[in-house]
């Protein structure tokens, strides 16, 4: 009975945290410029409302009580998460979580001009205040928690993650990677690229709404639109991807839809009677990009894959020297260290995430400030790439909508989430023998069945750990993705 | 002190109405039909949300106290408003609101597919539903606020509205209007009609758009998008309009686009300081609808706007026949009775609002019920246009999304807004004696400004009548909408 009264309160706060998402993806997809103020304070407001109901003082108690009702073992784990959420929740105030909300949607509204303008000096005062709520966030998390602060934010983004964890993981990477970028770039000299021809927007879209249907997106349940920065928003029932189109080369939007549409089916395969509890929802981000990751770099960047590409192309655009599997593979293969995360290769992108998780670290360490990062993002980039933007910081610090918008401990969950994806693939090679003819064939069923079966499926039953273990008999194994990488980019 | 933290309250409502307007926009622009149950769910969980906040116990204490406080007229105004707010929301009940909400919603959605197959009977246990639900409201609203069930709704749609009011004016226009229809009809035998070039969505767009930015409408706080019935919805600080395009007719939309822009410039136009504030909202849908109607009826069906929409037709879409002022205003000034209210001219229009006027006041009172609404609406449609539907019933009864989507009592309004709007053209041909001359040379910042300062900047601080007296010195009369009407369509 305080079972059901908990998991019928939670559906009102499931309701409203939907609301907000809707309020979000329109500011990033729809919303004129001019209404960006009334957004930001609705949105507070809206926090506040959901604070208010999730730390509500019968919840104490009702949560205690529950425990001693007779519950399978999805709502046992349904009931700790709850408890977990509140505890959480309790350690902040309403005055807090609309201050911050308010601050972070003013603070991503003003982003892109500044980015546009390369203005770092312009943005500092914003960006400050960005960072000085997360920390104090992170504070009262990691109190309540008995984290450090950057862990609360971690295993805020991905439950049970902490710096323990990721350290020596990246360590490995960021010990192997550049030797190999390195090795690789040795042997793709004298590859050569022909460019993209020009496709209109419109041609673009229709080419990603074909690919996601390709795939088994489901358009009754959520639909593509255009953002400055491609996401995946809304809810299983009405999943909200967004990409940018680039009319000079149509290979950058191609490749975000597919990642997107990764994100997307993970969403739409969730377990169906769970969605508004916490048991029901993706477990946490690594969990989330392994499945967008999975996607993209396990399955759209192989060779069966790129040939079904080459043949789209060709299908809905008419013949093109660009179009060859050949070409695509020199197109998305090729390894080059650059600028920006979300334009890089397979290779070097790991370096883009470790770079700024170890920016992050010391900021919440207190061992810098954010008026260091110029600074230190362009003297990493160039140890760990050999470039250095210098003082085009549209291109260096202020490139990604993440910390204007307070995704702090988030960047890990990219690169964590690409290592789940290689350990996911290894375990399906072996369960499904005939995989890449599969592909080949466009016959994308069995492998969505997998993933809907052995991860999909569980919602939150599991941590990801936990359910990789399951899936695999192995925790997360570092290698695995290294493996991936040697044998994609290392000719034997 | 009271009255402060009542206003800080009402900002917190006024901010989640924006949320669930933006959900209901989404809902009839964006939304894919399987989003539909959450949305409808999530929708009733924030009216039940709006209905706690706005019911909260502490109100009624702050609101007697509040009387005591030294205010100025303004907030004197507000404070009444909020009274009269709390007071009707308490006759409701958050499991009623939650409910009506969710079933309106699911009303609403799935209108479209029965109207398509003028599937009456399939429709039927639905509209019932709605109807119901909109019973139950009325008659405990006018339960609280001593009025028949039907003027309770009358009153929510637009303040201080009685079918005792509106009687006499609707009686005075159905006895005159079916003769005066007749005599046109005469005068107008032989006018020809040059048929529009067809018209591309995106070349209707980009049109509908140009004439917008000519009005003045405010890009930077509202945007242009395509739905199945257009309407305008959003706040003064984002206002979304929208409007539907047929390839084949380009009149069709153009005047539904300006007479959503003329919604528009009403609530861009409403006082700043009291967005948040019920003395800052548009006073009822009477008065929004005469300013829509003011700028479809009043300007753009006039011989100068005609002649610019003849210039910028042909600046667009190149020379063409039917682009002449001539052709332009035997489009829309053709008097010719037809099934379809939306799409009908000037002179027919008010006999559909009296139409759907008695059927609901029938409904109410209990003289006739939904079941008998086809039969009733094909023999009134005989009677008053000499048009007939028969078993079309999506040309005829389930044309409209109003009664699908609850809104009964709202009818009305369109007519006495195309009065006020009458009456509001006549103060301003005196205040403004270049008017016609301004608007041939494109020039209608006079005229916005004249309205601003009139009607849109005074927001609820009178009601519509007051107002009316305020600027014109006479009440809301007929014979000055019945003189437009002759003026405009009789030859002398």
Redesign the interface.
């Known amino acids: 009975m305080h079972y059901d009264k908990l998991q019928e309160h939670q ?2 706060i499931s ?2 945290a ?3 998402g ?2 979000s993806w ?1 500011e990033s997809t ?6 960006g ?3 930001a ?2 949105m507070a ?2 926090e ?2 959901l604070h208010q109901n999730q730390t509500a003082e019968w919840l104490a108690e009702s949560l205690e009580k529950a425990k001693e009702e007779p519950l399978n073992a999805w709502q046992k784990k349904n009931l700790g998460l709850l408890a977990e959420g509140f505890h959480a929740r309790k350690a902040l105030s309403q005055e807090f979580v609309e201050r911050k909300t308010y601050i972070l949607s003013k603070s991503e509204q003003a982003w892109p001009a500044f980015k546009k303008n390369h203005d770092w000096k312009g943005f500092l005062p914003t960006i400050e205040k960005a960072f000085g709520v997360l920390k104090e966030k992170a504070e009262l998390l990691g109190d309540a928690l008995g984290k450090t602060p950057y862990d609360a934010l971690l295993h805020q983004y991905e439950p049970g993650l902490t710096m323990d964890f990721v350290d020596p993981l990246f360590s490995k990477l960021k010990n192997t990677l550049p030797g190999l970028i390195q090795e690789v770039r040795g042997q793709q000299e004298g590859w050569e690229l022909t460019a993209f021809p020009e496709a209109s927007v419109e041609e673009q879209y229709k080419l990603s709404i074909s690919l996601m249907k390709k795939l088994g997106f ?6 593509l639109d255009t953002s400055a920065h491609p996401f995946c928003g809304g ?1 299983p ?2 999943v909200r991807l967004t990409t940018r189109y680039d009319t000079k080369d149509l290979s950058t939007s191609l490749m975000s839809v597919l990642h997107e549409t990764g994100h997307a089916m993970y969403e739409q395969g969730l377990p169906r009677k769970w ?1 508004d509890q916490p048991v029901g929802k993706a477990i946490g981000m690594a969990a989330h990009e392994s499945q967008s990751l999975f996607i993209e770099m396990q399955i759209c960047l192989s060779q069966p894959f790129l040939n079904i590409l080459s043949r789209h192309l060709t299908q809905k655009l008419g013949q093109h020297a660009s179009f060859t599997a050949e070409n695509l593979k020199a197109r998305y293969h090729r390894v080059s260290p650059g600028f920006i995360r979300v334009d890089s290769d397979e290779l070097t992108y790991p370096m883009h995430v470790i770079l700024r998780y170890e920016i992050e670290k010391d900021l919440f360490a207190g061992k810098m400030t954010v008026k260091d990062i110029p600074e230190r993002w362009n003297s990493m980039m160039q140890e760990f790439l050999g470039v250095n933007p210098k003082e085009q910081h549209g291109l260096g610090c202020l490139q990604d909508v993440h910390w204007p918008c307070g995704l702090f401990g988030y960047f890990p969950d990219y690169t964590l989430g690409a290592m789940i994806a290689a350990c996911l693939r290894k375990q399906m090679n072996k369960d499904i023998p005939t995989l890449d003819q599969q592909i080949e064939e466009e016959d994308f069923a069995p492998m969505f069945s997998w993933l809907r079966k052995n991860f999909h499926e569980h919602g939150s039953h599991m941590n990801t750990r936990e359910l990789l273990h399951k899936v695999s008999g192995s925790d997360l194994d570092v290698d695995v993705y290294l493996d991936h990488l040697k044998s994609r980019y290392l000719k034997p």
């Not at 729809?30 to 209404?35: E, I, K």
């Not at 489901?218 to 639909?223: A, E, L, M, P, V």
């Open positions: 559906q009102k309701h409203l939907y609301a907000k809707q309020l329109d729809m919303m004129p410029a001019g209404g103020e009334i957004r304070k609705a407001t809206i506040g409302i489901d358009f009754n349940h959520g639909r809810d029932r009405d969605l």
